[in-house]
């Protein structure tokens, strides 16, 4: 089940970019597609620390989660028809497919898709794992897509200093992760959004994550 979380994780991360590129090409920015990144091909969104050395250590240490990233979708802001409106309908494009991803999973799971243990599993897991994804990058920290909404929404004067933090976001994101805080925020909201989803109480969910009924 280890190894599928890790297949899940590399799906989530690829439509999540692939979300990013494909609505920056519709808003006028072809740079992920001559990039050749408007794939649905997980290779090519392949980070070598976020894809690959974090899933494993997170394996290794049994993590009843596998979390990380994927390399960004280049995004030319100014080929945007509307560079700084359009800028957050793309930073939120990844969040809202990986939500989507979610939701679509969970009906598969209503509709006795579930009522299989194997592949009931598989979609339990798929689905915490793409709302993981979709609340962490909502995170409002430079690079994370949150940050690049607040900044869209911000007077320009506003986002300037806002976007001046983003030198420190990815030691601010460290600490999160070490320190556990991260987990104690997000992981409850994407367990207990599961639940809701596929109508399974929150208890047994847990236990199957392995995180115990707490």
Request: hydrophobic share 55%; proline share 7%; glycine share 8%.
């Amino acid at each position: 089940m280890v190894l599928i979380s890790g297949a899940i994780f590399l799906l989530a991360i690829t439509i999540h970019e692939y979300a990013h590129g494909w609505t920056a090409n519709r808003l006028g920015d072809p740079t992920a597609r001559l990039l050749g990144r408007l794939t649905l091909n997980p290779l090519a969104h392949l980070d070598p620390v976020g894809s690959i050395v974090l899933p494993i250590l997170l394996i290794i240490v049994r993590s009843p989660v596998v979390f990380g990233w994927a390399k960004p979708v280049p995004v030319e802001i100014r080929n945007l028809r509307h560079p700084k409106d359009d800028m957050v309908w793309v930073a939120l494009a990844g969040p809202g497919a990986n939500l989507i991803a979610a939701i679509l999973l969970s009906l598969l799971f209503r509709i006795g898709c579930g009522s299989s243990s194997l592949l009931g599993d598989i979609i339990l897991i798929a689905i915490v794992i793409n709302l993981i994804l979709a609340f962490f990058n909502l995170i409002p920290i430079p690079p994370l897509d949150g940050s690049r909404i607040v900044a869209g929404l911000l007077p320009d004067r506003y986002a300037y200093r806002y976007n001046q933090i983003e030198p420190f976001g990815i030691i601010i994101l460290f600490f999160l992760l070490v320190s556990g805080v991260f987990w104690r925020l997000i992981l409850p909201v994407a367990i207990n959004l599961t639940s809701l989803l596929v109508d399974l109480d929150l208890l047994v969910l847990k236990q199957f994550l392995g995180l115990g009924g707490n």
